[in-house]
Nanobody, 118 residues
Framework: VHLQACGGGLVQAGGFLRLSCAAS????????MGWYRQAPGKQRELVAR???????NYADSVKGRFTISRDNAKNPVYLQMNSLKPEDTAVYYC?????????????WGQGTQVTVSS
């Protein structure tokens, strides 16, 4: 599975950005996709996730501001980010999860920088 993410950039606080992630390869085995982010000096954290069945979950810090969606059953996946705050500044990574038997495999995109200025 190959993930190609795009859409990052520089925006002022209160602004918006939309990230997109396209998966290619053996996408039939993907159970869910999502976005993680990693700010300097911090651990990578889940931002939002959507399952193949359409269920979503969000980090508390982005609820009500970010929306994860997709065009069809699995691909591509979008992250609409509204009311951005400086603390949203991070490298955002697209993620796909594949369950093989009892094992879970994570695939990662290359990361896209989001910078929110105050």
């Amino acid at each position: 599975v190959h993930l190609q993410a795009c859409g990052g950039g520089l925006v002022q606080a209160g602004g918006f950005l939309r990230l997109s992630c396209a998966a290619s390869g053996s996408i039939f085995s993907i159970n869910g996709m999502g976005w993680y982010r990693q700010a300097p000096g911090k651990q990578r954290e889940l931002v939002a996730r959507i399952t193949s069945g359409g269920s979503t979950n969000y980090a508390d810090s982005v609820k009500g501001r970010f929306t994860i969606s997709r065009d069809n059953a699995k691909n591509p996946v979008y992250l609409q980010m509204n009311s951005l705050k400086p603390e949203d500044t991070a490298v955002y990574y697209c993620n796909a999860i594949e369950t093989v038997g009892t094992s879970t495999v994570h695939y990662w995109g290359q990361g896209t920088q989001v910078t929110v200025s105050s």
